[in-house]
């Protein structure tokens, strides 16, 4: 790989072992991948944040860097952590906090922003073009089809890294040739809410498994938008979608191959059954936008209060919680007996046997949370999460 | 067939093959290196110890940390082989000292190799089912 005389430096460890460390691992990864050279990055996010999910050897690699004097050399970012940092919410197993906070000084002590979100978009945009050594897989997928930034699906160490030297390796997504769609997908559907967002991306994503699709698909909001690619960065190995209407780059989708996805592909996302109800309903994987939460209030003011027995919870960043406050939004969602939790979600958070039943909008959520926590989950759409929510149950 | 060795060490164990792509994050348990996922033909086996085959890899940034720590906790895989690396895959791999190679063909995701001996022959970079 073709270094410069600054990044030769920084190889050779001039600049100290830690900067030394993360150049190779990124030439390595780069080399592997097929990269000749570097290219600057201007974010960095980093993913795999919750001791939950990295244990001891996570946050031993992290408390690692942080001794050693590491520095961000450009604006970087936090995915969720095990909990809420602003209130007590989730029993925490012995010790949990502690290693936790451990976790965040170290990232602190690197000088990242302790933003604590999956949606880093939400705290600062990038521009169309930007290149970013982003994790997180539905902020990378968001960042590539919604905003023409340009982020491979790092690993979460290699974000932190990456973060470190300001760079990442020029492969992947990063590179023009590399963005183009491999396969068309046609989407049958006359309007796609929250909820068939989630099955259709898990049904894309176990379809197309990697590569770039390019899908047609009518109607489709934000919010939805946010769901569906996410639920494919799960089930699949996807970093970039082309979206019809919504992703701006130019494709050419001459003598690709085709497929067609109709309602017959996923029966149980379109009859809603409720079955025996749920003890937890929540919206906000990926972390829950402004518009989500005004969605919900306006469904919370036609079906009324959470009832007794089920809780709902709406998982967002700390920032669109400010924004929310500040609107009244916040306050009348509370009212209505939801419970609004920031710097985490039920992904990332030891929730244990907590929940045995969960109901979500979210494709991604459906993907893991069974996995992770042995919840039985059924996804609904969130309108359909608030009117059931608010029904009392009948023993 | 020419495996591309991306990750350098020894590819020789018994054979484990899933037949669809893993995510580390969620399939896979860090601190047993148990299959998780359900769906997956080696659920409730033990990746440890064993030459992983599979198509690739799939989902959350975290399985590069999950990989770590199943190299850490003594119950990684004693390789890795794949059809196509990601770099999600190759940083886990590269942290936890998990040899890893790409380039593999369809036909060795086949569940008649699980359980068997397998190497990579370094002269011909093959895979040799023995």
Same mark, same amino acid.
Request: aromatic share 8%; glycine share 10%.
């Given at each position: 790989?073709? /270094?410069?005389?600054?990044?030769? &430096?920084?190889?050779?460890?001039?600049?100290?072992? %830690?900067?030394?460390?993360?150049?190779?691992?990124i %030439?390595?990864?780069?080399?592997?991948?097929?990269?000749?050279?570097?290219?600057?990055?201007?974010?960095?996010?980093?993913?795999?944040?919750?001791?939950?999910?990295?244990?001891?050897?996570?946050?031993?690699?992290?408390?690692?860097?942080?001794?050693?004097?590491?520095?961000?050399?450009?604006?970087?970012?936090?995915?969720?952590?095990?909990?809420?940092?602003?209130?007590?919410?989730?029993?925490? #197993?012995?010790?949990f906090?502690?290693?936790?906070?451990?976790?965040?000084?170290?990232?602190?002590?690197?000088?990242?922003?302790?933003?604590?979100?999956?949606?880093?978009?939400?705290?600062?945009?990038?521009?169309?073009?930007?290149?970013?050594?982003w994790g997180?897989?539905?902020?990378?997928?968001?960042?590539?089809?919604?905003?023409?930034?340009?982020?491979?699906?790092?690993?979460? #160490?290699?974000?932190?890294?990456?973060?470190?030297?300001?760079?990442?390796?020029?492969?992947?997504?990063?590179?023009?040739?590399?963005?183009?769609?491999?396969?068309?997908?046609? %989407?049958?559907?006359?309007?796609?809410?929250?909820?068939?967002a989630?099955?259709?991306?898990?049904?894309?994503?176990?379809?197309?498994?990697?590569?770039?699709?390019?899908?047609?698909? &009518?109607?489709?909001?934000?919010?939805? /938008?946010?769901?569906?690619?996410?639920?494919?960065?799960?089930?699949?190995?996807?970093?970039?979608?082309?979206?019809?209407? $919504?992703?701006?780059?130019?494709?050419? $989708?001459?003598?690709?191959?085709?497929?067609?996805?109709?309602?017959?592909?996923?029966?149980?996302?379109?009859?809603?059954?409720?079955?025996?109800?749920?003890?937890?309903?929540?919206?906000?994987c990926?972390?829950?936008?402004?518009?989500?939460?005004?969605?919900?209030?306006?469904?919370?003011?036609?079906?009324?209060?959470?009832?007794?027995?089920?809780?709902?919870? $709406?998982?967002?960043?700390?920032?669109?919680?400010?924004?929310?406050?500040?609107?009244?939004?916040?306050?009348? /969602?509370?009212g209505?007996?939801?419970?609004?939790?920031v710097?985490?979600?039920?992904?990332?958070?030891?929730?244990?046997?907590m929940?045995?039943?969960?109901?979500?909008?979210?494709?991604?959520?459906?993907?893991?949370?069974?996995?992770?926590?042995?919840?039985?989950?059924?996804?609904?759409?969130?309108?359909?999460?608030?009117?059931?929510?608010?029904?009392?149950?009948?023993? | 067939?020419?495996?591309?060795?991306?990750?350098?060490?020894n590819?020789?164990?018994?054979?484990?093959?899933?037949?669809?792509?893993?995510?580390?994050f969620?399939?896979?348990?860090?601190?047993?290196?148990v299959?998780?996922?359900?769906?997956?033909?080696?659920?409730?086996?033990?990746?440890?110890?064993?030459?992983?085959?599979?198509?690739?890899?799939?989902?959350?940034?975290?399985?590069?940390?999950?990989?770590?720590?199943?190299?850490?906790?003594?119950?990684?895989?004693?390789?890795?082989?794949?059809?196509?690396?990601?770099?999600?895959?190759?940083?886990?791999?590269?942290?936890?000292?998990?040899?890893?190679?790409?380039?593999?063909?369809?036909?060795?995701?086949?569940?008649?190799?699980?359980?068997?001996?397998?190497?990579?022959?370094?002269?011909?970079?093959?895979?040799v089912?023995?």
């Amino acid at each position: 790989m073709y /270094l410069t005389k600054d990044e030769e &430096k920084i190889f050779n460890g001039e600049r100290g072992e %830690v900067y030394q460390k993360a150049i190779k691992v990124i %030439v390595k990864v780069g080399e592997a991948l097929g990269a000749e050279r570097l290219i600057d990055i201007s974010s960095a996010h980093a993913s795999g944040l919750s001791y939950n999910n990295i244990g001891d050897p996570g946050l031993e690699f992290l408390e690692d860097l942080a001794r050693k004097g590491a520095k961000a050399a450009v604006q970087a970012t936090l995915n969720p952590i095990g909990y809420d940092t602003t209130k007590q919410v989730i029993p925490l #197993p012995q010790g949990f906090a502690e290693k936790q906070l451990r976790i965040i000084n170290a990232f602190r002590s690197m000088g990242f922003n302790i933003t604590l979100s999956c949606t880093p978009y939400y705290f600062k945009m990038p521009n169309f073009g930007e290149h970013l050594a982003w994790g997180e897989s539905s902020a990378v997928i968001y960042a590539n089809t919604a905003i023409g930034a340009r982020t491979n699906r790092e690993g979460g #160490p290699l974000s932190v890294l990456a973060a470190l030297i300001g760079k990442t390796y020029y492969a992947g997504l990063h590179v023009d040739e590399q963005r183009k769609p491999s396969i068309v997908v046609d %989407v049958k559907l006359d309007g796609v809410t929250d909820s068939t967002a989630g099955w259709l991306g898990l049904k894309i994503g176990e379809t197309v498994k990697e590569g770039i699709p390019y899908i047609r698909v &009518k109607n489709l909001s934000d919010s939805a /938008l946010r769901i569906m690619l996410a639920a494919m960065a799960a089930s699949g190995s996807i970093g970039m979608a082309f979206v019809e209407g $919504i992703t701006k780059e130019h494709a050419d $989708i001459s003598g690709l191959e085709r497929i067609e996805i109709n309602a017959d592909d996923f029966p149980g996302a379109l009859s809603a059954a409720t079955g025996e109800g749920s003890d937890l309903y929540f919206i906000g994987c990926p972390h829950a936008s402004i518009e989500d939460m005004r969605d919900l209030l306006s469904y919370f003011d036609k079906y009324g209060h959470v009832a007794r027995g089920k809780r709902f919870w $709406i998982t967002t960043g700390s920032n669109v919680y400010k924004e929310a406050a500040e609107k009244g939004i916040a306050d009348q /969602l509370l009212g209505h007996g939801a419970e609004i939790i920031v710097d985490t979600c039920p992904v990332v958070a030891p929730l244990g046997g907590m929940f045995k039943r969960i109901a979500t909008n979210s494709g991604k959520s459906f993907f893991y949370l069974s996995k992770v926590h042995g919840s039985t989950v059924r996804i609904m759409s969130s309108e359909m999460l608030v009117k059931e929510a608010s029904e009392e149950v009948v023993t | 067939m020419t495996l591309k060795r991306i990750v350098e060490g020894n590819f020789d164990s018994e054979a484990l093959v899933s037949l669809t792509p893993i995510s580390f994050f969620g399939d896979i348990d860090p601190n047993t290196g148990v299959v998780k996922d359900q769906n997956s033909n080696i659920f409730g086996k033990s990746v440890k110890g064993k030459l992983l085959i599979l198509p690739g890899t799939r989902g959350s940034t975290v399985g590069s940390y999950v990989l770590y720590a199943l190299a850490k906790n003594g119950v990684a895989p004693s390789g890795i082989i794949v059809k196509t690396a990601e770099p999600i895959l190759i940083v886990g791999c590269i942290l936890g000292n998990i040899p890893l190679a790409s380039g593999l063909t369809d036909n060795y995701i086949d569940e008649k190799i699980s359980g068997k001996s397998v190497f990579l022959d370094s002269e011909t970079a093959e895979l040799v089912v023995r």
